[in-house]
């Protein structure tokens, strides 16, 4: 089961930057894909970003397009999400996540993942 550890969330004014830090453990066919997703509060849970970890292709919310950037390091074993450009409607738990599928249909999408992290603290004031 691959384990995943975010970090680097913090309260930012707008306009600010962050760089968030997803630690996965396991092996490299466990985690085909690797996503970002967040959830503010009394909204459901959204996908951000994901990268398929074999390729480096990567997908966008339309929200984030332009203004986030995820990526992994050489070994695969750590996500990224660069934050800029930060506005309030992006305050939220920001959560990493694996999928083991070959391929995805919907890569933005919580049903096609089945391993969390337990969520990093995002917070952008106006």
């Known amino acids: 089961q691959v384990q995943l550890v975010e970090s680097g969330g913090a309260s930012v004014q707008t306009g600010g930057s962050l760089r968030l830090s997803c630690a996965a453990s396991?092996?490299?066919?466990?985690?085909?894909?690797i996503a970002w997703f967040r959830q503010a509060a009394g909204k459901e849970r959204e996908g951000v970003a994901a990268?398929?970890?074999?390729?480096?292709?990567?997908y966008y919310a339309d929200s984030v397009k332009g203004r986030f950037t995820v990526s992994q390091d050489n070994a695969g074993n750590t996500l990224y999400l660069q934050m800029n450009s930060l506005k309030p409607e992006d305050t939220g738990m920001y959560y990493c996540a694996a999928a083991s599928s070959t391929s995805l249909t919907l890569y933005l999408a919580k049903a096609s993942y089945n391993s969390w992290g337990q969520g990093t603290q995002v917070t952008v004031s106006s």
């Open positions: 396991g092996a490299w066919y466990s985690r085909r894909f």
């Open positions: 990268i398929q970890t074999t390729t480096g292709l990567t």
